[in-house]
């Protein structure tokens, strides 16, 4: 499962990246929840009294999305922090949004295996797609919100190159060309 999520990642990622930085950053924020929301509520699937080969598959599809859903907010989350603060306070901004990660790397698992323990793994599955639903709102709100320049990476305009006869006329001309 983990080489699937891993292998994804590697083989999506500049795919992935191009995409992103042509797209929306609310939009891509809000692919990924609902990415992330497939991916858990396919977890959660692997649950149903099925073959174990339809167990595993729900697994393996788990970890097949969630890797995508990873690569695609990965860059989107870090620049979108970065655009919406000035420069003062840049730092803190993405110490704050480091801090909630690691915050939720120490409450998630204890919460999730309460959760197991009592009989209510279903509801952990629900709460976690609720979650990245939730995330699918706060895109869709922040497209309303964000100017186009804080909404879009913007990159350099690729510049082609001039080719080479197009040179050899301008210098015969004189002309630049």
């Known amino acids: 499962s983990l080489t699937i999520n891993t292998a994804i990642i590697v083989l999506a990622q500049l795919f992935v990246l191009r995409r992103v930085r042509r797209a929306r950053r609310s939009s891509a924020l809000a692919i990924s929840g609902l990415i992330l ?3 858990w509520a396919m977890f959660g699937l692997a649950a149903l009294p099925v ?3 339809g167990r595993i598959a729900f697994v393996f599809g788990f ?6 859903g990873e690569t695609v907010l990965a860059p989107t989350v870090s620049p979108l922090v970065n655009r919406l603060t000035d420069d003062r306070l840049r730092g803190r901004a993405n110490s704050l949004a480091a801090l ?9 698992p204890a919460l999730a295996t309460g959760l197991i323990a009592a009989g209510a793994a279903a ?4 709460l976690l797609c609720a979650g990245c639903l939730a995330t699918v709102a706060v895109g869709a709100r922040l497209r309303r919100a964000l100017t186009s ?4 990476v913007t990159e350099a305009p690729a510049t082609r ?4 006869a197009g040179r050899r006329r301008a210098a015969r001309s004189g002309t630049r060309g």
């Open 63 to 68: 970890t097949a999305l969630f890797g995508l």
């Open 100 to 108: 909630s990660q690691s915050l939720a790397f120490i409450i998630c």
């Open 123 to 126: 509801v952990w599955i629900g």
């Open 37 to 39: 929301a497939t991916s």
């Open 149 to 152: 320049d804080q909404d879009h």
């Open 161 to 164: 190159p001039e080719p080479v």
């Open 51 to 53: 073959a174990a080969t």
